[in-house]
């Protein structure tokens, strides 16, 4: 299980990016430079001491810099440097924050066949064996990463979406929880803290005249909500919520995920997702929704 993300210790930001090839980083990357980050993409882990270094010297001048280095599989040589890395960033005043962008055997198939790319691993072997061969060289990070992303069901702007609220300025709300929909016939997100089945409710795709609408829709909403069982299912999830993200907060991390789903992912899970973004908005915590699976079906 990923370790909680720890207190920032300082004024700046030092965010390690990492992830299976094809699963977003480039967007991530791109999405953190529109938000003021200094982006350094195929960073070396034993470049990471040097470029705290230089971000000490800005910040000893009175500017402030939040830096991103994107550490990719190239970098696998440099793994194992990765760890005593870290622990000097943490030394010299910096809070490093490991994200690991992921995505399912499947997801990363069809992205490299849609562009045409061999996996950088794949050598003579197959688009698979080269998933897999990374998948391996990526373990160990993966399993130290605060924060994992799932990317398999997101196209880029959906991504962009839910990545921008974690890398947005830090004043504000000390929690960001996204609310995630989904459909289990998609599969279950990777990503998910919290992960809760609708499909307990009554489904509205029998009703004709809201099969075509979504959760979003207020006769869609109403019904759904007014389902034996449905409030006192918000009321629950709201309660359960709030020692969580009280002991969230004393840990310092800033980011969760509650995966609502149903089964296609359109109808019950969304207005769900709706409600309980309402419910549990509040001054120290910001919800954001990603519906990921409408107009899949």
């Not at 990016?17 to 003021?36: I, L, P, W």
């Not at 194992?80 to 870290?86: H, S, T």
């Amino acid at each position: 299980m990923p370790e909680p993300a720890t207190p920032e210790t300082s004024g700046a930001d030092f965010v390690i990016v990492t992830g299976m090839s094809g699963a977003g980083r480039s967007t991530t990357a791109n999405v953190m430079e529109d938000q003021g980050w200094y982006v350094v993409d195929n960073l070396p882990p034993q470049l990471l001491v040097a470029m705290a270094e230089l971000g000490n010297q800005t910040r000893e001048a009175g500017h402030e810099i939040k830096i991103a280095a994107v550490v990719d599989v190239r970098s696998k040589h440099f793994f194992p440097e990765f760890e005593g890395a870290v622990q000097h960033l943490k030394s010299t005043g910096w809070t490093p924050q490991l994200v690991f962008l992921d995505a399912t055997d499947e997801a990363l198939v069809r992205r490299f066949e849609s562009v045409r790319r061999p996996h950088p691993l794949q050598g003579d072997g197959r688009l698979l064996d080269g998933i897999q061969s990374e998948r391996e060289v990526l373990r160990d990070l993966r399993s130290r990463a605060q924060i994992v992303i799932d990317t398999s069901g997101l196209n880029v702007h959906q991504l962009a979406r839910k990545i921008a609220p974690l890398f947005g300025a830090q004043s504000g709300p000390s929690l960001r929880l996204a609310l995630l929909s989904f459909g289990f016939k998609y599969g279950v997100p990777l990503d998910a803290d919290f992960v809760f089945d609708m499909r307990f409710l009554p489904n509205p795709f029998w009703v004709p005249e809201l099969r075509a609408l979504d959760g979003r829709d207020a006769s869609v909403s109403a019904h759904v909500l007014s389902q034996d069982g449905a409030a006192a299912f918000l009321d629950r999830v709201v309660a359960l919520m709030e020692p969580v993200t009280q002991g969230y907060h004393s840990e310092g991390r800033r980011y969760v995920t509650l995966a609502i789903g149903c089964t296609g992912g359109k109808h019950r899970s969304v207005a769900m997702a709706e409600a309980l973004s309402q419910r549990l908005s509040s001054d120290s915590i910001e919800t954001f929704l990603v519906h990921r699976d409408l107009g899949r079906e």
